[in-house]
């Protein structure tokens, strides 16, 4: 759901985490005093006028007269204003502000999941900036379910070229990265918990090296003002028990975009992410929570949509962009425990790569990480959770914070 490393694949992951919070928010309960005790409070007298007056004046029969409404109308929706803070090597330390209303489309649809709409603004000390504005929404008892965007900003970072090589000193590059990003999809419930849709990605992108270093990077001509336009597809297998906290079930996605210039892009090229995360509840408030992923970049992919090792959380201890490239898989396995009150706590290990092809994946080049993590609820109802992450791997260490589990 959130995640606030920032990746460094450019303005289109920086907006992608933009988005990501904007469809992660908390729905928050208001708690409203009920007036007639606050006044029989204030007047010790009250009640003995209230009884006098009910001798004087007798109450109607309840049989003779309507009954007024027992139960206030629940409002359809909520504001939610969250500062999330953001700690990465790659973009330095800020903040991200985000507003966002969490509702229901229909009031009366029991199984569509609450809908949200919202606003998201992100800084960092190193002169990092972006935006958007998105959201989530479900309708018609979960038959159909939208996600659009549209982000812009800036990001600068230092780019490791093709990806750093465990065991061997890093060589980057400081890149500055920015433009805009527009995004839709749509997907329909064909048959029990399968959902099949696609939509369209398109990123307008400028890069540029202001500093070259020996042996660095180089951005290719093509790449320094770019379009890219993708088809995008995907398949949905959704068997949780919760958008927010499952403590059972697996979800299962599939997810092609297809870069071609018949649609407005510059290159020609495709990638691919196939992921599987299953929840099984082990004793009472203990959850263990498994995830695997791969992801492939084929044709003439360009640098900034390579496989980032370490985005969008599928394995924690790396910073986004250190290690990257055509192939990639990751795994990771986390023990979920509700503790008191508010509080719980997690811990987590996994591990994965990053080659140019599937054969060439080396044992001594593995990349395993490991750490743990403190929850807060936040919200109750639909137990989402605050969340901050302290994860160790080969090349460092990372802190992550943000609302809604990493997976």
């Excluded at 204030?42 to 029969?61: F, H, L, M, W, Y």
């Excluded at 919202?118 to 000390?125: E, I, K, Q, Y």
């Excluded at 048959?191 to 099949?196: A, P």
């Excluded at 992921?275 to 498994?290: I, S």
Aim: include cysteine; glycine fraction near 10%.
């Amino acid at each position: 759901m959130l995640r606030t490393l920032v990746g460094t694949q450019g303005i289109g992951r920086l907006t992608l985490l933009l988005v990501v919070i904007l469809v992660a928010f908390i729905s928050a309960s208001s708690q409203v005093v009920n007036p007639g005790a606050a006044d029989e409070k204030s007047n010790p007298t009250a009640g003995s006028d209230v009884k006098a007056e009910e001798q004087t004046n007798p109450k109607p029969d309840p049989a003779s007269s309507p009954a007024p409404s027992q139960t206030k109308k629940e409002k359809r929706g909520r504001f939610v204003i969250a500062p999330i803070p953001i700690f990465s090597p790659a973009v330095k330390s800020g903040v991200v502000l985000v507003t966002a209303y969490v509702f229901k489309i229909n009031p009366d649809d029991k199984l569509s999941p609450p809908s949200t709409v919202g606003l998201a603004v992100g800084f960092t000390r190193n002169g990092s900036r972006g935006g958007g504005i998105g959201g989530r929404l479900y309708f018609k008892e979960n038959k159909y379910q939208t996600t659009f965007v549209l982000g812009h900003g800036r990001v600068n970072y230092d780019f490791f070229g093709i990806g750093r090589q465990p065991a061997r000193s890093a060589i980057s590059v400081p890149m500055r990265q920015g433009g805009t990003i527009v995004y839709g999809e749509l997907l329909r419930n064909f048959w029990k918990d399968i959902f099949i849709g696609g939509g369209f990605l398109f990123k307008k992108l400028y890069a540029r090296i202001d500093v070259q270093t020996p042996g660095g990077f180089e951005v290719p001509a093509i790449d320094a003002k770019a379009n890219s336009a993708a088809i995008h597809f995907h398949i949905q297998r959704d068997r949780r028990d919760s958008t927010f906290y499952p403590t059972k079930g697996t979800l299962v996605d599939v997810i092609g975009n297809f870069f071609d210039q018949a649609w407005g892009s510059k290159r020609q090229y495709q990638t691919y992410k196939v992921a599987y995360n299953g929840f099984r509840t082990v004793k009472e408030k203990q959850v263990v929570a498994y995830r695997a992923m791969i992801c492939s970049a084929n044709q003439d992919v360009p640098f900034y949509d390579l496989c980032f090792y370490g985005f969008d959380n599928d394995i924690r201890g790396y910073t986004a962009g250190q290690f990257q490239n055509r192939r990639m898989f990751a795994t990771q396995a986390e023990y979920r425990i509700e503790w008191r009150k508010r509080l719980g706590f997690v811990a987590f290990a996994g591990v994965g790569s990053v080659a140019k092809r599937w054969n060439e994946f080396r044992l001594d080049q593995f990349l395993p990480a490991a750490g743990a993590g403190l929850r807060f609820t936040l919200d109750k109802k639909d137990h989402i959770n605050y969340r901050i992450d302290w994860a160790v791997g080969r090349a460092g260490h990372t802190l992550s914070i943000g609302i809604g589990e990493a997976f």
